[in-house]
């Protein structure tokens, strides 16, 4: 983690530590790859735990990393979601052990791409190593941070900081900003879970003025932060670290956002936690939900049926809740078809999202008011 020292307008509201990538310190043991290794040889050993780092030049490590991919691919091939994970973990696990060194700030293979970040992250460090693929993403979520993105609607770029949740699809954004211009009568609003604020920006976009933005991600709340500088807002936007209704004071507000992961899969890292979620989290946000939304307040939940389209699972969290439960009564209930295709050689995804639908849920609270 790395310390941060950025306050808001209402003083500080998050953690002062953001998560970065994990350096280490290799021990002699640890093999060397060069450009006249054998790469059979190189994987039987990253397959029985050896350790293994790159020299020579940046060729060398993506030409053997883009070679592990497509041994990956053949041997685990995605046919549908559940073996597209397993891909996924497979190319993980044989990944885990191979690292880049990095000297001065740069990483010390020839022509390789920098990074400002490993001189933000680490300035006391002069030689480590990070794992490959951490520096991959890092490389990968420093450009979307330059050059930001353009939302549907939004008059500016948002510019997710590193270890932020943003969408890679807007169908679930367009149907929020057509839900806004016509229900936009609001002063106080909750975007809980916002990552890096894109529902925020709408909120700000239909003139409400009072937001509370909620991530348990600190890098969330920072990139946030970052970008709310950026377009100068005059409005009231708190940004706080708070897991569902932890710690906030929601008893006077009129609308309540939510976008919740929406596939049923163990989440392990903060990134994770925006796509997947454990069981029993549905049924903990509703009950939270019902204890601290006043009846007045609107609720809005984002979702969409994925995972019942990819045969995940049988059941809806919503649907469940208000079939079972008597908390919530459905006020509104819109659904909109993809328009985004998936990349060519997904047969199996473009499959399940010709049926996928993004839905918005529009409930009220069935309780009576906090006396």
Same mark, same amino acid.
């Given at each position: ?10 003083g500080?509201?998050?953690s002062?530590?953001i ?9 002699s043991?640890t ?17 029985k735990?050896q ?9 060398t490590?993506m030409?053997?990393?883009s070679?592990?991919k497509k041994?990956v691919q053949?041997?685990?091939?995605a046919?549908?979601?559940?073996s597209?994970?397993i ?10 052990? @191979? +690292?880049?060194?990095v000297?001065?700030?740069e ?6 791409p ?5 001189k933000?992250?680490?300035p ?9 693929t951490?520096y991959l993403g890092m490389?990968g ?14 008059k ?5 900081y590193y ?5 890679t699809?807007?169908?679930h @954004?367009?149907?929020f ?7 936009h009568s609001?002063?106080s609003?909750?975007?809980m879970g916002?990552g890096?604020?894109?529902?925020t920006f709408?909120?700000?976009k239909?003139?409400?003025?009072d ?6 991600n600190?890098n969330?709340l920072f990139s @946030? ?5 950026k377009?100068?807002s005059t409005s ?5 670290q ?11 507000i009129d ?5 919740p992961?929406? @596939?049923p899969m163990e989440?392990h ?6 796509t997947?979620?454990?069981p029993? +989290? +549905?049924?903990a946000?509703f009950?939270s ?8 307040a609107?609720?809005?939940l ?14 809806h969290?919503?649907?469940t809740?208000?079939?079972q439960n ?11 078809s993809?328009q985004q ?8 995804l ?11 849920w529009?409930?009220?609270s069935l309780k009576?008011?906090?006396?």
């Amino acid at each position: 983690m790395k310390q941060l020292f950025e306050k808001s307008s209402q003083g500080t509201l998050f953690s002062s530590e953001i998560i970065i990538p994990e350096t280490y310190q290799l021990q002699s043991k640890t093999s060397i790859i060069s450009a006249s290794d054998n790469n059979r040889r190189v994987l039987s050993g990253l397959k029985k735990g050896q350790k293994n780092y790159f020299e020579g030049t940046w060729g060398t490590a993506m030409a053997f990393y883009s070679w592990l991919k497509k041994q990956v691919q053949q041997r685990y091939p995605a046919t549908d979601y559940a073996s597209s994970r397993i891909q996924r973990e497979k190319l993980n696990e044989w990944t885990k052990h @191979l +690292f880049l060194p990095v000297k001065n700030h740069e990483p010390d293979l020839a022509k390789a791409p920098g990074n400002p970040w490993l001189k933000e992250f680490y300035p006391d460090k002069d030689h480590f190593y990070l794992r490959f693929t951490d520096y991959l993403g890092m490389n990968g979520a420093r450009q979307w941070y330059e050059r930001g993105i353009r939302f549907p609607g939004l008059k500016h770029k948002v510019h997710p900081y590193y270890g932020t949740y943003f969408p890679t699809r807007t169908e679930h @954004l367009e149907i929020f900003d057509e839900w806004l211009t016509k229900n936009h009568s609001f002063s106080s609003a909750v975007d809980m879970g916002a990552g890096c604020g894109a529902l925020t920006f709408y909120l700000l976009k239909h003139g409400i003025k009072d937001i509370t933005a909620t991530d348990i991600n600190p890098n969330a709340l920072f990139s @946030l932060q970052q970008d709310l500088k950026k377009i100068k807002s005059t409005s009231s936007v708190k940004p706080v670290q708070a897991s569902l209704f932890d710690g906030l004071d929601t008893k006077n507000i009129d609308l309540l956002v939510f976008n919740p992961p929406w @596939l049923p899969m163990e989440s392990h890292t903060n990134i994770d936690k925006a796509t997947y979620y454990n069981p029993g +989290f +549905f049924e903990a946000f509703f009950e939270s939900a019902h204890k601290n939304i006043p009846t007045q307040a609107t609720m809005v939940l984002i979702f969409s049926d994925f995972a019942i389209a990819a045969g995940l699972t049988p059941e809806h969290p919503i649907e469940t809740e208000l079939q079972q439960n008597q908390r919530f009564e459905l006020v509104e209930r819109t659904s909109k078809s993809l328009q985004q295709k998936p990349s060519s050689g997904k047969n199996w995804l473009a499959t399940i999202r010709s049926k996928e639908k993004i839905e918005l849920w529009v409930l009220k609270s069935l309780k009576k008011p906090h006396a």
